[in-house]
């Protein structure tokens, strides 16, 4: 069965890739220095000069052809099994409140530092999926997908260079959006969609508060 969400992810994320980055440098660093510092999450100027899509460019930059395929693999492996339990729409909807919240994250956990990745998405819909699937009556631990979340977010601490707040920002926004989805044995769809606009938008507004700690970070 089709995913759509999961494989226009991919792909635009595929795409941007290609624009952003010197081919010629493929095997390393290759991530152009004018798509950094015109897209990526970073809190100036989102703060200073209202460059508020910033919250959702950056997770569409990756460092390198190997940050992109850790991350898509990942996305790809979750979100068809997420977009396979919900509606397409709902899923889509998944991303983007994990997006804002992972964005959120890393800017408030570091504002003066530009921040790429999808990492937020990926986490998020890792949470989403084990919340999803734990309340409509399975056992994601059996199936590994705890220990999946556990052991990336020890990582998260462990491997230099990570956005930590991105990630667990993303995390909290997937935990929310599957508990608004709640048991998708009886689906209450307008409960859940009002829930998840919330979530999203409490996200942005989170993610735009945290940019104007750029000049007194809280952490």
Partial sequence: MTKPITTLFVIVNAMVFVFTHDMTRIGGASLQQNSLVRWATYGFPIAELDEWWRLATGAFLHADIRHLLLNMIMFFLLGRRLESQIASPLFAAFCGASLVWGSAGALLSAP????????????????????????????????????????????????????????????????????????????????????????????????????????????
């Fill in 112 to 219: 003066n530092t530009a921040v790429v990745g999808a990492s937020g998405v990926v986490y998020g819909v890792m949470a989403s999926v084990f919340v999803v699937e734990r309340r409509s009556g399975g056992d994601p631990w059996s199936e590994g997908l705890g220990t999946l979340i556990v052991v990336n977010v020890v990582l998260s601490f462990v491997i230099p260079g990570i956005s930590v707040g991105g990630h667990l920002g993303g995390l909290v926004g997937g935990v929310l959006c599957g508990l608004a989805a709640g048991d998708q044995r009886r689906r209450d769809i307008w409960r859940t969609r009002i829930t998840i606009a919330v979530v999203g938008f409490s996200g942005l507004l989170l993610g735009i508060f945290a940019s104007n700690t750029w000049l007194n970070p809280i952490f």
